[in-house]
C-alpha cells in the first residue's frame, strides 16, 4: 500500500492534565488522504485538544499519531508539516496582510523580495490583492479569515487544522466562508480537520463526521449515515433533526419490535442490529421529524405505520417547512417537520387534536 | 394567524416612550451642574495654582524674592541656578537623576515584561510571589528606605545613587511596572504566540517579531512609569543614596538653605523635563496605535 502522505491515524490517544480525568479518552481514528474530517461535539468534549495534539501544541498522555505513517509525537509543528488555523485566527495585529502570510517565509530566513514575491501569489489565491496592505483591524471577518487560511497555507502543510474556523462569523458569512473552505480543500488537495460545536456545518462540509462526548468518539462516519443513522440517543440528539423516543418493548413480531409507552401503544419499529432485545426491555428509536406526518383522527389508516394520537402544542413556520410541535412522549419531544405547502392545505392550529404518523421502515432502534 | 404581529406592538410601546421622557428639559442646566462646575474650578486651583505661583516667580529679576507680588521679569534665577556654587550641586545631581531614571526604566521595562508573560500562567507560589510585590508598593517609602540604609550599614555596604538607591526605587517601581503589565497583558492572545510556533519561529523569534512588537504601547507606559517614578522618587532615595544626592533629594536641601528664586527656577525647569518625557512617551504611544489602525474598522 503507497503511503498516504497527508493520512491521519489516531491510535489510543489519552489526554489528562491532571492524571486522572481524561479530556481525551482512548481515541482511535483513520482520516484519509485529503478528506475534509469534521469533529463535532459541545464544548468540553475534548475536540479542540485533539486537534492540538495533531498540531504539536499539545502532547498527549498516551497513544500515537501517524501522519502519512509516520509517528509524529514529540515532533514541532513544522517538522509535522501541518499548520493550524486558529480560533478567531491569531493574526498579528502589527503586521499587514502580506507580512501576516509571509510570516512563516521570513522565520526560516527566505529574503524579503523572495517572500513578497510568494505572499502576493498566494495573496492572489485568496483573492485579496487590493487589501494586502491593510492590517488585520481593518478587515472584515470573512477577509480575516481568508488571511489565516492564507497564512497557513503558505508552507504548503500536509494537514490543514482549522479550530472552530467560522465561530466569529455572522450567520450569513458563515455559509459564504462555509463554501470557500471547501473550495480551498479542493484547491490545495491537502487533508482538512475542522473542529466545531455546530453540526449544520459539519455535514454541510465534512466527508467524515466525527462525533464526540466526554473525551470519546460516538459515532465517525460520512455525514450522510451519521445524521440518517445516528448510533444512540446522544448522537441522534446532538445531530438534531431525529425525534428521539424511549418505550417499552411489548413483543417481538420477526424483525420487529411493539414498542409501548404511556402516550404511545404498540408502535412498530425493526430491530435492525439489536437482535438481542425482548420483550420488557426499555429502548430508546429514532424517527425523523420530517418523516413524521399528521393528519386529522378521522382520516384513514394504514398497514406498517405507528400512529401516536396526539396534540399541538406550539407551531413555528421556519420558511420551506413549518416545525410543529406536539405533546411530549414521556420526557422526549416529539416534533414534526411538515413541508409548508403540505401544511397550510389544511393547517393545523394549536391545542388541535392530531394522529402522528410514520412508517415503519422509517424508525430506527438506537443502542 | 389573526393575533397582531408582536413587531408592532413593540413598536407601539416606543411611541409611548418617546411621548414621555424621563428628564423633562426646561432649557437652562440644572442647578447641580452649577455647584459640581463651581467643585470642579476649585479643584483645578488647588491642583495647579501653587505650581503656577512657583513658575510664575521663578521668572523675576534680580531683586526677585520668595512671595509675591513680583520684582521685574527676567530669566536671572535660571541662569543663577546652574552658576552659583552656593544653590549647591543642581548640575550634577540633574545628570544623576536621570541617569539612575535611565537606568531604573530599563530595570523596570525588561522585568515587568518578563513577569507579565510568566503570570499569564498559575505556578508555584504565584500568589505568594504577586502579593510580596504589592506588599513592597504599599510599605512606607521612607520606612523600606531607612531598612535599606541599615541593613547595607550592618552588613558594610557603602550605599551610593547607583547600587542602593536603584535597588530601593526598583522596589517602587517594579510593582507599579508589573501592574501596568497586567492590564496591558489582559489584552495579549496567547494564540499569538502559538500561532508563531506553529508558522515555524523559534521562542526567540516569537519574542521579537510578535510579542515585543504587539506589546509595544504597553511597554512604552512601563517605561514611562519607570522614568517618572523614579525622576522623583525622594523618601526611598533620601537614606540610600550616599553622599551624592539626587535631584529631589538637592532641591530638598536647597529648600532648607537657599532662600532665592533660584529655587523657583529649578522647579520649573524638573516640571518641564518631566513634561518632555511624557510627551515623548505618549507621543511614541500614539504613533504605534496610529500606524497600526489606521481606517474605519479600526478601534
Known sequence: MPVEHGSIELAGIVKSYDGSSRVVDGVNLKIADGSYCCFLGPSGCGKTTILRMIAGHEDPTDGEILIGGEQVVGLAPVERRTAMMFQSYALFPHLNVRDNIAFALRVRGMSTPDRRKAADAMIEKVRLTELADRLPAQLSGGQQQRVALARAAITGPKVLLLDEPLSALDEQLRVQMRQELSRMQRDLGITFIHVTHTQLEAIAIADTVVVMEKGRIKQAGPARDVYDQPRDRYVAEFLGGQNVLSGRIVRIEGDSAMISAEEMRDVIVPLGSRRTVSAGDRVDFAVRRDDVDLTRPETGTGRQRAKVPSRVRAIEYQGNFVKVILDNIGRDELIAYVPDRIFYRDPFSIGDIVVAGWDKDKTRMLA | ?299
Open chain 2, 1 to 299: 394567524m389573526t393575533d397582531q404581529p408582536p413587531e408592532n406592538r413593540a413598536t407601539g410601546t416606543v411611541r409611548v416612550r418617546r411621548g414621555r421622557p424621563l428628564a423633562p428639559s426646561t432649557g437652562g442646566r440644572p442647578w447641580t451642574f452649577y455647584v459640581l462646575a463651581t467643585l470642579f474650578t476649585l479643584y483645578v486651583v488647588a491642583l495647579y495654582g501653587p505650581m503656577v505661583c512657583i513658575y510664575i516667580l521663578s521668572f523675576q529679576d534680580v531683586r526677585g524674592g520668595l512671595v509675591f507680588p513680583m520684582r521685574g521679569t527676567s530669566l536671572h534665577w535660571f541662569v543663577d541656578l546652574f552658576t552659583q556654587v552656593r544653590t549647591g550641586d543642581v548640575k550634577g545631581a540633574f545628570s544623576r537623576s536621570i541617569r539612575l531614571a535611565v537606568a531604573v526604566t530599563v530595570v523596570t521595562v525588561v522585568i515587568s515584561f518578563m513577569s507579565g508573560l510568566a503570570f499569564r500562567k498559575r505556578f508555584a507560589g504565584d500568589s505568594v510571589v504577586f502579593y510580596l510585590m504589592i506588599g513592597s508598593l504599599v510599605a512606607p517609602g521612607l520606612v523600606l528606605g531607612i531598612g535599606v540604609g541599615l541593613i547595607c550599614n550592618v552588613l558594610g555596604i557603602e550605599t551610593s545613587w547607583y547600587t542602593t538607591a536603584l535597588g530601593a526605587q526598583l522596589s517602587w517601581t517594579l510593582p507599579f511596572g508589573v501592574l501596568v503589565m497586567f492590564a496591558v497583558m489582559s489584552r495579549f492572545n496567547n494564540a499569538w504566540e502559538e500561532a508563531a510556533r506553529d508558522l515555524g519561529a523559534s521562542a526567540w523569534q516569537t519574542t521579537c517579531l510578535v510579542i515585543v512588537p504587539v506589546l509595544a504601547p504597553g511597554l512604552v507606559a512601563v517605561a514611562l512609569f519607570g522614568f517618572t517614578l523614579s525622576y522623583d522618587e525622594f523618601t526611598r532615595t533620601l537614606l540610600t543614596a550616599g553622599s551624592l544626592n539626587t535631584l529631589p533629594l538637592e532641591i530638598w536641601s536647597m529648600t532648607l538653605n537657599v532662600t532665592s528664586p533660584s529655587l523657583y527656577a529649578l522647579g520649573t525647569v524638573t516640571t518641564l523635563i518631566s513634561f518632555l518625557i511624557i510627551g515623548i512617551c505618549l507621543g511614541t504611544i500614539a504613533r504605534i496605535q496610529k500606524r497600526r489602525a489606521a481606517g474605519p474598522a479600526a478601534h
